[in-house]
């Protein structure tokens, strides 16, 4: 009678719908480190496709056939909306290479935060309410990079404008300074326990058991940031010398 009555399509859908809302309960992160780290993985794709954007835009063979179809190829991207695809001249290769080292440490100083920051603090995490608070500051942090370095690949393109390129080299930069301002605390790096450290030296200053030094996460970061300024400030001179020359 239940059969007849469509209990068995009733029962399927029930299923179908019970085995769907189980398997959003399980992608679903398991705590707010979790739902960080899944973000800042979704973006840490983003600029990697960035970067190699820019590579490609540095590898690109300026000789040969490449030359051959530039206009047709410019007509068809501008149709698309996609703007032009012209080839970079000599100064705006040499501007390329000179702004490529930055968007390399800005992906790898983004990349280096998962492992040393999110997966330590999933094992030990500090102050809940703390936490929880600057972990919610991190995804539109993150989101920042990503929109920057986009902004940044497209001022790339030939022809380049240097007012705007400049600007979106100090926008990408300020965006990776927020980020280590917010990483670099004592609730988010914990500095490394000095004491602690040096009571597993042995006599002969090796550590107890053959472990490797310890090394620290902030003082990495804060190097990495060093480099990103001095790029910043190489290619801001740059820039500033082909103004005043009107290249």
Known sequence: MFAEDGGDDYLVRTGT???????????????????????????????????EEISSMVEVDHQG????????????????????????????????KKIQPIARFVTLFHKRVVPDVLVPLSSSPPDPNGLNQALDALPPLSNSVVVAMEELVAALYA????????????SLVEAIRTVHA????????????????????????AKDGGEKKTKDPRKWFDSCLAQIDKSAKAVGELLNSQVDNGT
């Open 159 to 170: 022809p380049q404008k240097l007012n705007p390129l400049a600007a979106s080299v100090v």
């Open 182 to 205: 917010s990483i670099a605390t004592d609730l988010m790096l914990s500095p490394l326990n000095l004491e602690k450290d040096m009571s597993a030296l042995s006599i002969n200053g």
């Open 17 to 51: 719908v019970h085995d769907r809302i189980e398997k959003a309960r399980r992608e679903l992160p398991a705590d707010n480190v979790s739902a960080v780290k899944k973000r800042w993985k979704a973006d840490k794709g983003m600029l990697e496709d960035s970067l």
């Open 65 to 96: 056939e490449d030359d051959l179809d530039g206009d047709e190829l410019d007509d068809e991207w501008d149709e698309l909306g996609f703007g032009s695809a012209k080839t970079l001249s000599e100064a705006e290769l040499e501007r390329t």
